[in-house]
């Protein structure tokens, strides 16, 4: 006996992997993360043959990347500075309590000294020994040089005679570590000691020497700092 043939019935249509509402949503999102994070960008860098712009981008990446690095040997140089002032204060604070706490050991071996004996001759020798042994102790700890009051008249003619010292003057010499179209790390080689060689440099930064800063181009394979007072190769 021959079956009744059911009617066909249409199978939807599956979509496909780059027209789905997840895969759409994704791809929104993906596009929509922008960063401006220098580390980020270093991540995702790969290899390839680079265009004009692609050049200028990766330049002011390492701009980028060399002022970070210029700011942490700062923050770094900052910290180490602050944990040698702290540790000078801590130990002049330890030594003070020290000498502190031997000043009233030694007063208090004395007053032992002085009162009447309990024991006998062998107890006043005893407590004489300690009060000798703690005023020894305190007079070889340190006593800081106390300061003498100054008055307002003094202070101010103390002022008057010693100037501060004037700022070093020196003739810059800069050369251009990093540059991109906005951003610039220059280095000074005739800096004296004690004065940062090192300045991050962008539009309108006042530079010593040469003025505000006007444009930060590249001609050829160069880039060129152009201030108020000259330019920079």
């Known amino acids: 006996m021959k079956k009744p043939s059911r009617p066909a019935v249409p199978t939807p249509a599956t ?6 509402p997840a895969q759409k949503h ?30 200028l981008q990766v330049l002011q990446l390492v701009t980028e990347e060399a002022a970070l690095v210029q700011r942490t040997r ?8 602050d944990l040698d002032r702290l ?3 801590d130990m002049a604070k330890a030594s003070d309590l020290n000498r502190r706490m031997s000043l009233l050991e030694a007063k208090r071996a004395v007053a032992d000294a002085e009162a009447p004996p309990s024991d006998g001759p062998a107890a006043t020798r005893a407590a004489a020994d300690k009060a000798r042994a703690a005023l020894e102790a305190a007079a070889a700890e340190p006593q800081p040089a106390p300061t003498p009051p100054q008055s307002p008249a003094s202070r101010t003619a103390k002022m008057r005679q010693t100037p501060p010292a004037p700022p070093p003057t020196w003739t810059p010499h800069y050369r251009i570590l990093a540059a991109s179209p906005q951003l610039a790390m220059v280095q000074d080689d005739a800096a004296p000691a004690g004065q940062p060689p090192q300045s991050e440099i962008e539009i309108g930064t006042d530079l010593r020497g040469y003025g505000r800063v006007r444009a930060i181009s590249q001609r050829g394979t160069m880039w060129v700092i152009q201030a108020e007072r000259g330019i920079i190769q």
Do not use: C, F, H
Request: aromatic content about 0%; proline content about 4%; hydrophobic content about 35%.
């Open 15 to 20: 979509p496909s992997a780059e027209n789905t």
């Open 26 to 55: 994704d791809t929104g999102i993906e596009k929509a993360v922008t960063t401006d994070d220098a580390v980020q960008k270093a991540t995702r860098l790969q290899a390839a043959p680079m265009t004009s712009d692609d050049q």
């Open 87 to 89: 540790r000078i204060a």
């Open 74 to 81: 700062s923050n770094i140089a900052a910290l180490r500075q």
